[in-house]
Nanobody, 122 residues
Framework: QVQLQESGPGLVKPSQTLSLTCTVSGGTITAGHYTWNWIRQAPGKGMEWMGAIVSSGDTYDSPSLKSRTSISRDTSKNQFTLQLRSVTPEDTAVYYC??????????????WGQGTQVTVSS
């Protein structure tokens, strides 16, 4: 079975960069037909897709976050990472990594990490 686990700091100061890592087991992030995603949920709001990295290493970002977001991977560790720059308290959220199965334009999120709480505060 596929397992994903987020790791990183739970508290980040405004203007700093948030860095999170997703460690994947039971599957390989270079395998085809899947994408590896970052999704977040702020208090009182719905889920927000942030971006993804695909098996080839190409990345895709949400237009609203593109200027502040970088997604990368370390294939030797089967990990992918999120960097969110210039954070504000509005970036406080539970952050998830998730796998999506791809069929044409369809995306189905089939495996999720447990989520990690990140608070932006001075």
């Amino acid at each position: 079975q596929v397992q994903l686990q987020e790791s990183g700091p739970g508290l980040v100061k405004p203007s700093q960069t948030l860095s999170l890592t997703c460690t994947v087991s039971g599957g390989t992030i270079t395998a085809g037909h899947y994408t590896w995603n970052w999704i977040r949920q702020a208090p009182g709001k719905g889920m927000e897709w942030m971006g993804a990295i695909v098996s080839s290493g190409d990345t895709y970002d949400s237009p609203s976050l593109k200027s502040r977001t970088s997604i990368s991977r370390d294939t030797s560790k089967n990990q992918f990472t999120l960097q969110l720059r210039s954070v504000t308290p509005e970036d406080t959220a539970v952050y998830y990594c998730a796998r999506a199965s791809v069929a044409g334009e369809s995306r189905m999120f089939d495996y999720w990490g447990q989520g990690t709480q990140v608070t932006v505060s001075s």
